[in-house]
């Protein structure tokens, strides 16, 4: 198997609150592959968004701070070694974001061209050590419509001109997606980026995602709350829980052999149209306070199948069969 494009290792990361100390990450070991869709799957709450704000450095520190002997590879480089300026260098370029709601995330007083164009320059601006040319402002407008194009809108010159608040939910998103990808990273991280559109602009969207990995081969780290999402557009899925990753495995296999409790339970608790007398099952319980997490197994206290050893030691993730990993005493 060829080295992963992105390999986080042990990553445990806590913020200092007047409330107390937050475990929100707590060893944390995942991989995102080249050419690769890896799906990161879990209730609010369980750490999913802080981790992909931890790869790029985005936790605000303080009151973040990231633990001793945390490892965030990224083509080779601990980016948790980084300084700062070093890792503004890996923004935008070698890793990209987008989030879930692109009305906050987008300037209201800037075009949507002046937004694309100011990720081309800082692009550009980056990669100056290779290449002392500077492009025309003609130039830039033309990379602006070939990003607005890659994700499928029909008139680039007129999106470009408009403002956030002139285009719709879907519309917005795409320009997003444009931003992220007009810088040519090798990953883009994708927080919870469907939720807040409706079902059939949902579908569009995940559709165009997965044709850009394939055209620009561009790595996903999928983040979402949202299982029936995994499926669509997943390779690979982690599920996690309380700051720690307790099932990994290809989706299909995901799907028709879960083997955690907790993976057991979020699967029971989908509706499904080919069986509509199925009875919908609901996890009991509630997610842990990351102030104060149970000892041993974070899961435990909603573990129908919990034993004394869940309680006083947190299991360690291992492979039982190719790609497929637990964190269970089960097994």
Known sequence: MSEPLLSIENVRLEFNTEQGTVHALRGVDLSVGKNEVVGLVGESGCGKTVLGLAVLGLNPMPPARLLDGSQILFQGRNLAELTPHEL??????????IFQEPATSLNPVFTIGDQISESIRLRIQRQRNEDKSTPSSSEIDEQVYEALRLVRIADPERIARRYPHELSGGMKQR??????????????IADEPTTALDVTIQAQILRLMRDLMNEVKTSILFITHDLGVIAEIADRV????????????????????????????LLASLPRLSDLDREIKQLPGSVPDAINPPS????????????????????KLKELKAGHKVACYLY
Do not use: N
Request: proline letters at 8%; a negative charge; charged letters at 15%.
């Open 88 to 97: 503004a260098l890996v923004r935008g370029t070698g890793i990209s974001m």
């Open 175 to 188: 320009a997003m997606i444009a931003m992220a990808m007009a810088a040519k990273p090798s990953l883009l």
């Open 238 to 265: 982690a599920v996690m829980y309380a700051g720690h990753i307790v099932e990994e495995a290809p989706v299909g296999q995901l799907f028709a052999e879960p083997l955690h409790p907790y993976t057991q339970g």
């Open 296 to 315: 041993g197994c974070s899961f435990h206290p909603r573990c129908e199948f919990a034993r004394e050893e869940c309680r006083t030691e947190s299991p």
